[in-house]
């Protein structure tokens, strides 16, 4: 099993759609959680940590189960520029372990 | 000011060759990590240095060698490059302290090995 794993997309939505994404991670040790997110022949960039209370970031919110170790993503009103890849990042020790990824194109 | 830059962007080399990737980052981290993205997009750790010490040194072949001269800076040499080679080598890096997490990247250098 993949240390972490995510919906395997793509995810195609119109503009203005609310989109989740959703990700599992293996090691019950994790401690911090992010997202991260990956444009095209770019390098990934923080979008947000995750909280254990859950967090909000204008369009995007990010919630933590840690009994389901299980992380998510909501982006509301989606817009053209989020169109990306969206990462799931867990750090379980001095590691920042990525999973694999997923794809997501807004389409006008 | 490019917080984390690594060169060549591109390298484009024959199998057999020997190269090398530089990085440096000026945020003054305390620790620094080469990653490979293959062509299926996955990133995957190879090394980690703190303050030049060898934290993370995942399951690579011993012809990936790092060296990091010191805290800002980490270098990869490869020997005898291969096919497989081909991906995006990423250097990112960080603070160790707990609490303190942001992984920053560099924009990558590109590898094709023919």
């Known amino acids: 099993r993949k240390e972490v794993e995510q919906d395997p997309g793509p995810f195609n939505v119109p503009e203005g759609a609310t989109v989740a994404f959703n990700c599992t991670y293996s090691?019950?040790?994790?401690?911090?959680f992010f997202w991260y997110r990956q444009d095209c022949r770019k390098e990934p960039k923080l979008l947000m940590s995750?909280?254990?209370s859950g967090n909000e970031d204008g369009r995007f919110t990010a919630q933590l189960n840690r009994a389901s170790q299980y992380i998510s993503l909501l982006i509301r009103d989606s817009k053209l520029s989020d169109s990306a890849t969206y990462l799931c990042?867990?750090?379980?020790?001095?590691?920042?372990?990525f999973g694999p990824g997923t794809r997501l194109s807004v389409l006008p | 000011d490019t917080a984390v830059s690594q060169t060549p962007k591109y390298l484009v080399t024959q199998m057999g060759n020997d190269k090398s990737i530089k990085c440096e980052q000026n945020?003054?981290?305390?620790?620094m990590y080469w990653y490979k993205q293959d062509s299926k997009k996955f990133l995957k750790i190879m090394f980690s240095?703190?303050?030049?010490?060898?934290?993370i040194n995942e399951t690579v072949p011993n012809r990936f060698s790092p060296k990091s001269p010191d805290k800002a800076h980490l270098n990869l040499h490869i020997n005898s490059l291969e096919l497989g080679d081909s991906a995006v080598y990423f250097c990112?890096?960080?603070?160790?302290?707990?609490?303190?997490?942001?992984?920053?990247f560099g924009a990558g250098s590109r590898l094709t090995v023919l």
């Open positions: 990042v867990v750090k379980p020790g001095q590691n920042f372990v």
């Open positions: 945020l003054g981290h305390d620790t």
């Open positions: 240095y703190n303050n030049k010490e060898l934290i």
């Open positions: 990112a890096s960080s603070f160790r302290a707990p609490g303190a997490n942001v992984l920053t």
């Open positions: 995750v909280y254990s």
């Open positions: 090691n019950s040790a994790s401690q911090s």
